[in-house]
């Protein structure tokens, strides 16, 4: 088709026309997933032809395909929210799962022109709104593929030791403008630790996620707090409950909590608020069913 056909398929917002296109057509979505494998693959690297690394039109088509790729994650995530995703027929979601998190390690890598660098650390850099409007667009895929296929009893997703290194290090990211990167790190956090074969991790997120507390962002500390209930709810984790002393912590945090829902009320989101208010809620039944395992 033309250019026009492929705006309708690649969209930029999750709006209603999208869902229309995905749930009229039942699974003709699969058809769009083999290309959109290959849109989020990275781009060659040019870094070793430095000559060419900066000529003008090597930027511009690098340009392009970023904002290829990106149109393409926030397709992939249109496609995650629809209710038939989750029929979709094995390998593509580890396929995808792969694609995300090739397109999160690019753009948390140092720039070709600061190779310099010798942290082997991903460290994130600004360059403009669209590295991170891609970060956000693809860590909003990948914990929408980790809700669908990687919840217990039977994952069909269960990530590496390295990627869950690399989620470790989003979720620490600091700075107002990267709220919604760290939000979405700890919400997946939350997701795979719930899996018994990532219990060694357990000790770190109980602290990760108590520190986490102390972040400004209302957004952040909502997805905290569900990671926490959704974590250590049950008895096996109790260990790390009492060992990063959760239970004192948390209770001196409740009427911080309390306070700030009061305080910054009018300078929250609507649906921000309600999340938050909704975590409070949850964090006193957490308290109350917690005490009673003791």
Request: glycine share 6%.
């Amino acid at each position: 088709g033309d250019g026009d056909d492929d705006d309708d398929i690649i969209g930029e917002s999750s709006n209603g026309g999208d869902h229309a296109i995905l749930s009229g057509h039942g699974k003709a979505y699969i058809d769009l997933l083999p290309s959109l494998l290959r849109l989020i693959k990275p781009a060659p690297s040019t870094s070793s032809l430095p000559a060419l690394s900066s000529a003008d039109w090597v930027r511009d088509v690098q340009d392009i395909f970023t904002n290829v790729q990106r149109r393409a994650v926030v397709c992939i995530s249109n496609i995650l929210l629809d209710p038939a995703a989750a029929n979709m027929p094995n390998p593509y979601p580890s396929l995808l799962w792969l694609g995300l998190v090739s397109v999160c390690s690019n753009l948390l890598s140092p720039s070709t022109s600061s190779s310099s660098s010798s942290s082997s650390s991903p460290s994130y850099e600004e360059d403009g709104d669209s590295k991170k409007e891609g970060l956000e667009s693809a860590l909003h895929a990948m914990w929408s593929l980790l809700r669908l296929f990687g919840t217990q009893p039977n994952p069909k997703l269960v990530p590496t030791a390295e990627q869950v290194s690399g989620l470790l290090h989003v979720a620490r990211l600091p700075g107002p403008e990267k709220e919604v990167l760290r939000a979405d790190a700890l919400g997946m956090l939350g997701i795979i630790a719930q899996n018994p074969g990532f219990a060694p991790y357990a000790g770190d997120l109980a602290t990760l996620f108590l520190q986490a507390l102390a972040d400004p962002s209302p957004l952040v500390i909502a997805e905290t707090l569900n990671s926490i209930f959704d974590v250590f709810a049950e008895t096996n984790y109790n260990q790390f409950v009492v060992a990063s002393n959760m239970l004192s912590i948390l209770n001196q945090f409740l009427p911080c909590l309390k306070q700030k829902l009061k305080t910054e009320k009018r300078q929250m989101e609507r649906e921000v608020w309600n999340r938050l208010d909704e975590a409070r809620l949850n964090l006193v039944r957490f308290l109350q069913y917690k005490r009673s395992q003791f």
